[in-house]
């Protein structure tokens, strides 16, 4: 059995709300997942790593009242978006860069979670997550699609000029018949920045 996947997994179940966000956190897994996702002995621990990342970064409707059984004591907020430094951006955009496909799709998740904090854009950027995104937006499995799709929307509101630019470089790339090069990057341009 692939532990390291599966107690990576275990990490994503209890992050699904604010209190288990906090526990994980203060339990000090989030290097331990870094690591995972840089050197992870197989393709399943680094996407589960991922998955565990994104569940850190989620902001849900528990995050200002009390929702669920477990946050009914005391509101719990999610975790400050700072605590995700470059070291986790660089290890998820080398996850979109040259993971398996779930890994790519977690990854992209959790930058898409990051994302929803405008502070985090420039950090994401800078790591070089732009390509990848656009790449997996346009040509990606489903999931990979969506959720780079949906990571480019949040990333749109502070960096629009250069998913723009970047948006009609990597379709141009992608596609040589011009037709379909414009159907694709309207699609993109529809799904991605409106």
């Known amino acids: 059995p692939d532990l390291a996947a599966e107690a990576s997994f275990a990490l994503s179940a209890i992050a699904s ?13 989030l290097p331990a997942l870094v690591a995972l996702m840089e050197v992870g002995p197989t393709a399943g621990a680094k996407a589960r790593a991922a998955q565990a990342v994104a569940a850190l970064a989620a902001r849900d409707p528990k995050d200002f009242a009390p929702a669920m059984a477990d946050d009914a004591d005391v509101p719990v907020l999610p975790l400050d978006w700072r605590l995700f430094d470059s070291r986790v951006v660089a290890a998820l955009a080398a996850l979109l860069r040259g993971g398996c496909s779930e890994c790519r799709a977690q990854a992209a998740r ?26 997996m937006a346009t040509e990606g499995e489903p999931a990979e699609r969506g959720n780079a799709a949906t990571a480019l929307r949040f990333l749109s509101v502070t960096a629009r000029e250069e998913i723009e630019a970047r948006v009609v470089a990597t379709v141009s790339a992608l596609e040589e018949d011009p037709l379909r090069r414009e159907v694709l990057l309207q699609r993109v341009k529809y799904y991605c920045l409106t």
């Open 110 to 135: 959790a930058v898409l979670n990051l994302a929803q904090a405008e502070q985090s854009h420039e950090d994401i950027i800078a790591a070089g997550a732009l390509p990848p995104l656009l790449q």
């Open 17 to 29: 709300t604010n209190k288990g966000r906090q526990a994980v956190h203060q339990a000090g897994a």
